[in-house]
């Protein structure tokens, strides 16, 4: 079990590091392009292929760098427009992606099982992302 000062100190510092990395490199690039061209962003850069951040996270070797990077994007993601569904469903989602990357990053017991259930692309794409 990780000492709750250690883990909030992480969780800061996450969040820290999140936001100015959602703000410099993944919203202010794409103001032209809107809200879909982020999300594709996000998909192919943290979700698509074996070598994605999403993919590494999942086997537990995700850099802290990257875990960051993902966080960031979790992050931009709670914030963006999805093309289709209810925005109650998207910001559930979403933020349960942030809130498991986070753990992943804080090594909490678990984080790593919980955060592949939270990553459900199926689940996501069947409500949120048009044909
Ligand atoms: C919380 C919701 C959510 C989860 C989880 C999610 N996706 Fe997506 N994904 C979307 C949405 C929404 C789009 C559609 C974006 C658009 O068309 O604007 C999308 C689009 C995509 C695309 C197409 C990108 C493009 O350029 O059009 C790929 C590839 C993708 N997702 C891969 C994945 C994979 C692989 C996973 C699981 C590891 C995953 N996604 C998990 C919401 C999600």
Same mark, same amino acid.
């Given at each position: 079990?990780? &000492?709750?000062?250690?883990?909030?100190?992480?969780?800061?510092?996450?969040?820290?590091?999140?936001?100015?990395?959602?703000?410099?490199?993944?919203?202010?690039?794409?103001? /032209?392009?809107?809200?879909?061209? *982020?999300?594709?962003?996000?998909?192919?850069? %943290?979700? @698509?292929?074996?070598?994605?951040?999403?993919?590494?996270? &999942?086997?537990?070797?995700?850099?802290?760098? /990257?875990?960051?990077?993902?966080? %960031?994007?979790?992050?931009?993601?709670?914030?963006?427009? #999805? #093309?289709? %569904?209810?925005?109650?469903?998207? @910001?559930?989602?979403?933020?349960?992606?942030?809130?498991?990357?986070?753990?992943?990053?804080?090594?909490?017991? %678990?984080?790593? *099982?919980?955060?592949?259930?939270?990553?459900?692309?199926?689940?996501?794409? &069947?409500?949120?992302? /048009? *044909?």
């Amino acid at each position: 079990m990780n &000492k709750n000062f250690s883990f909030l100190t992480k969780l800061a510092l996450a969040a820290v590091i999140a936001v100015s990395a959602l703000s410099t490199s993944l919203v202010a690039d794409h103001h /032209e392009g809107g809200d879909e061209l *982020d999300l594709h962003k996000i998909m192919k850069e %943290g979700h @698509k292929g074996k070598t994605s951040l999403s993919a590494k996270a &999942k086997k537990g070797e995700a850099t802290e760098a /990257e875990l960051k990077t993902l966080i %960031g994007m979790y992050l931009a993601m709670e914030k963006l427009t #999805p #093309p289709m %569904g209810d925005s109650k469903s998207w @910001k559930d989602k979403t933020s349960k992606l942030t809130n498991a990357a986070i753990n992943v990053f804080a090594k909490t017991d %678990g984080a790593i *099982d919980a955060y592949s259930k939270a990553v459900n692309c199926k689940a996501c794409h &069947k409500v949120h992302k /048009e *044909d």
